[in-house]
């Protein structure tokens, strides 16, 4: 069955400071991949997917993603962090003919001032 | 175009009760997708409705049921009612005919059993 792992449980930058999230999903074939944020108690927000094509994807909120077939990674980045980042991150998968997700157990960002 | 509506967004139970949810999908949308989420098992995925059909079902007992209308609204249904149960409950349409497109989530109904 297919797996996704997020290695980081919480993550803190300072605002202005790159980031970096990580997301390694286990499959045998290429899977559809995506990033959801979620603010406390608020529901899931897309920020970007990978279905196939350029391997480095842009999503909203000037967040960027690249799928790396060798590593079976697919990390969320971002140039420079802003306050209104500080959430929690999922990465998910599709996988063959399914059309659920699997989740990630997701990464806590924080951002200090 | 209005998102992935779901009600109530707060739900307080006590056990041995059954609860409906409700979830409205985006417009043109025919898929609903429903997921359960806890601090200790994250986001798991519980059923998928296409055409008012269950065409996914995850690994969740037959106490958690749902049904879709032919508008494509969804109901999900808990009987007999377990602290266990307490969770965020998330609903989430895509457009999904034949094969996968992406997910857009509600903003979910929080259920507290007590």
């Known amino acids: 069955a297919q797996s996704v792992t997020q290695p980081d449980i919480h993550i803190t930058v300072s605002e202005g400071a790159s980031l970096e999230l990580r997301c390694n999903y286990s499959?045998?074939?290429?899977?559809?991949l995506f990033w959801y944020v979620q603010s406390p108690g608020q529901g899931l927000q897309l920020l970007l997917k990978?279905?196939?094509?350029?391997?480095l994807v842009q999503g909203i909120k000037g967040f960027e993603a690249e799928f790396k077939r060798s590593q079976s990674s697919f990390n969320l980045r971002k140039p420079s962090v802003h306050w209104s980042d500080a959430a929690e991150y999922f990465c998910?998968?599709?996988?063959?003919?399914?059309?659920?997700?699997?989740f990630g157990t997701g990464t806590r960002l924080q951002v200090t001032l | 175009k209005a998102g992935v509506t779901q009600t109530p967004r707060y739900l307080i139970k006590t056990r041995g009760q059954q609860v409906t949810l409700s979830c409205s999908p985006i417009?043109?949308?025919?898929?609903v997708s429903w997921y359960q989420q806890t601090p200790g098992q994250g986001l798991q995925f519980l059923f998928e409705?296409?055409?008012?059909?269950?065409?996914n079902k995850g690994n969740f007992p037959g106490r958690f049921s749902g049904r879709q209308f032919s508008n494509s609204r969804s109901e999900m249904n808990v009987s007999t009612l377990e602290l266990g149960d307490s969770a965020l409950y998330l609903c989430?349409?895509?457009?999904?005919?034949?094969?996968?497109?992406?997910?857009?989530f509600g903003q979910g109904t929080r259920l507290t059993v007590v």
């Open positions: 409705y296409f055409s008012e059909t269950q065409r």
């Open positions: 417009s043109g949308h025919r898929s």
């Open positions: 990978y279905f196939s094509g350029d391997t």
């Open positions: 998910a998968v599709v996988t063959g003919t399914a059309s659920k997700l699997t």
């Open positions: 989430a349409s895509s457009l999904a005919g034949r094969g996968f497109t992406e997910a857009f």
């Open positions: 499959y045998g074939a290429t899977p559809y």
